[in-house]
């Protein structure tokens, strides 16, 4: 079981270059999400997709695209990058019932080992 | 709306003793709480939760939280610093919400830095 798995770990991009970053779980989760982190900033979310087919803007969404490919997967795109997207990228899932409300364990956030990206 | 505040960007501690690390959170509803734990270079990792079932949380690695309606707090305490315990710590607010909203989602503090002095 290896739980959320990232690709690649570490990007270093020229701008105007595009690339995606890939987010794979095994958990069976419903819900995934991207979010970046800058220091002094902690987590911002991107992109989540609270079941395969939707997705929904975060608080920072402007310079990104989203693909829920299928359950297992959901991937980022930064179509033109920019310097002010150098960041560590997190993707995340969990088990969010319907109405918000979860049993047990499942409301946790299960997260990546990131993927460090650098745009000179 | 909810928020998150992290009280010190950066905390130092004597191995051996108290951690303290605070947070207050603002939710127009009853909060879920979270603490998370980020050792350098890595992902994030739970460390425990609060979900309306008890106020005193117990976590993995020997933390603790307690949740304090009155004072909208859910400071992190762990009686005995261990150098292991450095890391980046996050606290997080999710407040319930219907199925697919951003109510479900997790709003993050800033983060505080444990050191760990020997």
């Known amino acids: 079981n290896a739980g959320v798995t990232q690709t690649p770990k570490f990007q270093v991009l020229k701008t105007g270059q595009s690339m995606t970053l890939q987010c794979a779980q095994d958990m069976n989760h419903n819900s995934m999400y991207w979010y970046r982190q800058d220091p002094g900033m902690g987590l911002r979310l991107i992109y989540y997709?609270?079941?395969?087919?939707?997705?929904d803007k975060g608080e920072v969404p402007n310079g990104y695209n989203v693909s829920r490919l299928n359950k297992r997967e959901f991937s980022l795109r930064l179509e033109s990058a920019a310097p002010s997207q150098t960041s560590v990228y997190f993707c995340a899932s969990s088990e969010v019932t319907r109405r918000g409300r979860t049993s047990g364990s499942t409301d946790t956030q299960y997260f990546g080992p990131g993927t460090r990206l650098t745009v000179l | 709306a909810q928020s998150v505040t992290q009280l010190g960007s950066h905390v130092s501690v004597s191995e051996g003793a108290l951690v303290l690390l605070r947070c207050n959170y603002s939710?127009?509803?009853?909060?879920?709480l979270f603490w998370y734990v980020q050792y350098p270079n890595q992902g994030l990792q739970l460390l425990l939760k609060y979900t309306s079932a008890a106020t005193l949380v117990k976590g993995i690695n020997g933390f603790e939280a307690e949740f304090k309606k009155s004072e909208t707090s859910f400071h992190l305490t762990k009686p005995s610093a261990h150098m292991s315990d450095a890391a980046e710590y996050f606290c997080?607010?999710?407040?319930?919400?219907?199925?697919?909203?951003?109510?479900?989602?997790?709003?993050f503090g800033k983060g505080t830095k444990l050191s760990v002095k020997p």
């Open positions: 997709s609270a079941s395969e087919g939707t997705t």
């Open positions: 997080a607010v999710r407040g319930p919400g219907e199925y697919g909203g951003s109510q479900g989602n997790l709003i």
């Open positions: 939710s127009s509803v009853p909060p879920y």
